[in-house]
């Protein structure tokens, strides 16, 4: 699929498709399958090595020696950033929110096992000083390759649009058809690639994006940047007569109000209740909140018997360690972001 676009292989695919019988059962609901991206192979896996095959190998073309992303203490992305600029020998450098813990955990951990070099910004979490501290390597003489924070732009898009052809296959020789994809939202290359995909392949499945993150200053409303995203990578897919809008995106925001990070109910009932029907860890950040959204979406009737909902994991256990993530804390915040 798009031999025009450099891609190196970094994981293991297909990620496989899992039943969750007992979890269906127990809630009475719709069947529900799972796409198992936490198991993608790259240091503990994760969504983000789809988008990685593409911008990795867009860095070797462009003879960059090493790369450079952004993301908070805990990001997924950057660790399997750190880990994907191993495999191929280029160093990585990484732009973190907040100040270097006392004791390094979870991704943070392995950010360091990985030999990134660590870039603390304080309150800039959001990668805002990406551009100046790359600036700073090009004046080293390094030449940076730069990655957006949470590799989303329209290179690491074509990694979901290449998922949705995989999942599509998969479901032909399933011999099964599903009713909507349920997923965790954030950054958005996931949902526009998904959403590339599903109009290039003629899927007709809905795509419900569960959003992570709470709205507060961003200049444009998600499902406007979606629909950028989208457009741009239908575009260096070169299907050109692709346009997306704002309307073309289900993105389900009830679930984000707690912020970014911050461990509620939600995400602790839906990592418990999973963790014990299916045997199946998900994460505190992502995949907790959006399976918590998805429940609650099942539970107030909007998917029901005799639908087939797939819910696709993300990734992002390592989290799990993170005490500031705890799950057994009733109180419990993340500093870090
Ligand atoms: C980054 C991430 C997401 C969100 O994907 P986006 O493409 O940023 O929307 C979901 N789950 C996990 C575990 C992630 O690390």
Same mark, same amino acid.
């Given at each position: 699929?798009?031999?025009? /676009? ?11 498709? +899992?039943? $969750?019988?007992? /979890? ?13 991206? =936490?198991? #993608? ?18 860095? *070797? ?7 450079? #992303? ?17 495999? +191929?020998? $280029? ?31 304080? @309150? ?58 349920? !997923? ?20 007709? %499945? ?42 073309? !995106?289900? +993105? ?10 911050? %461990? ?5 009932? @839906? ?23 998805? /429940? =609650? $979406? *099942? ?11 797939? !819910? ?8 799990? !360690? ?16």
């Amino acid at each position: 699929m798009f031999p025009n /676009l450099p891609r190196l292989s970094l994981g293991f695919f297909p990620t496989p498709i +899992v039943e $969750l019988s007992r /979890l269906s059962e127990s809630l009475g609901g719709p069947r529900i399958l799972m796409k198992r991206d =936490d198991q #993608t192979g790259l240091a503990l896996g994760g969504n983000k090595t789809r988008k990685l095959e593409f911008l990795v190998a867009d860095a *070797i073309q462009q003879q960059c020696d090493c790369v450079i #992303t952004a993301g908070a203490a805990q990001s997924n992305h950057c660790r399997q950033t750190a880990a994907a600029a191993a495999m +191929v020998g $280029l160093e990585c450098h990484l732009v973190l929110g907040g100040t270097p813990p006392i004791q390094a955990n979870g991704n943070l951990l392995l950010d360091e096992l990985l030999g990134a070099t660590l870039h603390w910004t304080g @309150a800039d979490r959001k990668g805002e000083q990406l551009s100046a501290i790359a600036a700073q390597l090009t004046s080293q003489g390094k030449h940076p390759y730069r990655i957006p924070y949470g590799g989303s732009n329209a290179l690491g898009a074509a990694g979901f649009v290449v998922a949705m052809a995989e999942l599509q296959q998969q479901m032909q020789t399933m011999e099964r058809s599903i009713d909507a994809i349920a !997923f965790a939202s954030s950054s958005g290359g996931t949902q526009a690639g998904l959403t590339v995909g599903k109009a290039l392949l003629g899927m007709e %499945v809905e795509l419900v994006g569960i959003r992570i993150d709470k709205a507060e200053d961003e200049p444009l409303s998600y499902k406007a940047q979606l629909a950028q995203l989208a457009t741009s990578t239908a575009q260096i897919l070169e299907l050109s007569d692709c346009q997306f809008q704002p309307a073309d !995106f289900r +993105v389900e925001t009830a679930y984000q109000e707690a912020g970014y990070g911050i %461990v509620s109910d939600l995400e602790r009932s @839906a990592v418990t209740l999973v963790a014990q029907t299916e045997g199946i860890l998900l994460d505190p950040v992502y995949t907790g909140r959006a399976m918590g959204g998805l /429940l =609650d $979406l *099942i539970q107030s009737g909007q998917f029901q018997s005799p639908q087939t909902i797939l !819910f696709w994991h993300t990734g992002g256990q390592p989290a799990l !360690f993170d005490p500031k993530l705890s799950l057994k804390e009733p109180e419990s915040t993340a500093g870090d972001g």
